[in-house]
């Protein structure tokens, strides 16, 4: 069964602190994907990679970076975390693919990150 | 990034009843995608569309892509208790990059 793995369900820090979530997928999938998720606005994208090493800007890529050093990790970092910052962090993965024929998301249970 | 709206943002339903929800762009979408996520869960990838005019089917839902491209809706025959969730609809992005909809929280009285 393919799977995807968010290391925290469940997260609180202060604000300032460094916040690291991880998401580990064993689909051997090129692209991964970080999306904050919040009441009323849908998922939005913060950022993805479709290979090691690279990394493309989402829609609200302010106070996050990731990395992407394996194939099958894709970390989200926020840097010095703030109040606005809390959300739900879904991690996804997918197939890079050229055609429409394939390429479904399969997305993390969620880490629910509280800053106080 | 892309604009796809969704409407509405909440559903209440008896159950029985029908529940539809739109999805539109002002531009022309290459394709749309559609993912349930129920109460507490992660989105789960439910189907795609791609060619104008469209319909595919499951069971009760019925997926719609219009002839234009620009707007796609999933309908609900006979909502169940088991339908409650949200909705999303997203457009795959030059074949890897994924925007979604605001999303339908759909919620069904027994």
């Known amino acids: 069964d393919v799977k995807v793995t968010q290391s925290s369900r469940y997260l609180v820090k202060r604000t300032g602190e460094k916040v690291f979530l991880e998401c580990v997928q064993d689909?051997?999938?090129?692209?991964m994907f970080w999306y904050r998720q919040d009441p009323g606005l849908g998922l939005r994208l913060i950022y993805f990679?479709?290979?090691?090493?690279?990394?493309e800007k989402g829609d609200i890529p302010e106070g996050y970076s990731v990395s992407r050093e394996k194939k099958e990790r894709f970390s989200l970092i926020l840097e010095s975390a703030s109040t606005n910052q809390t959300s739900m962090y879904l991690c996804?993965?997918?197939?890079?693919?050229?055609?429409?024929?394939?390429?479904?998301?399969?997305f993390g249970e969620g880490s629910r990150l509280t800053v106080l | 990034g892309q604009q796809v709206m969704q409407i509405p943002q909440y559903q209440h339903v008896q159950e029985g009843e029908d529940f539809t929800t739109y999805c539109n762009s002002s531009?022309?979408?290459?394709?749309i995608q559609w993912y349930k996520q129920r109460p507490g869960g992660h989105p789960v990838f439910l189907i795609q569309?791609?060619?104008?005019?469209e319909v595919k089917k499951q069971k009760r839902l019925t997926f719609q892509f219009g002839e234009a491209k620009k707007n796609s809706s999933l309908h609900i025959t006979a909502t169940q208790t088991t339908d409650v969730g949200t909705y999303f609809c997203a457009e795959r992005y030059n074949f890897n990059k994924f925007y979604f909809g605001s999303g339908t929280k759909l919620n069904v009285k027994p």
């Open positions: 689909m051997d999938h090129e692209n």
């Open positions: 990679s479709y290979d090691v090493k690279m990394k």
């Open positions: 569309l791609v060619k104008s005019g």
């Open positions: 996804a993965s997918s197939l890079r693919t050229i055609s429409l024929g394939t390429g479904e998301l399969f």
């Open positions: 531009t022309t979408l290459s394709n």
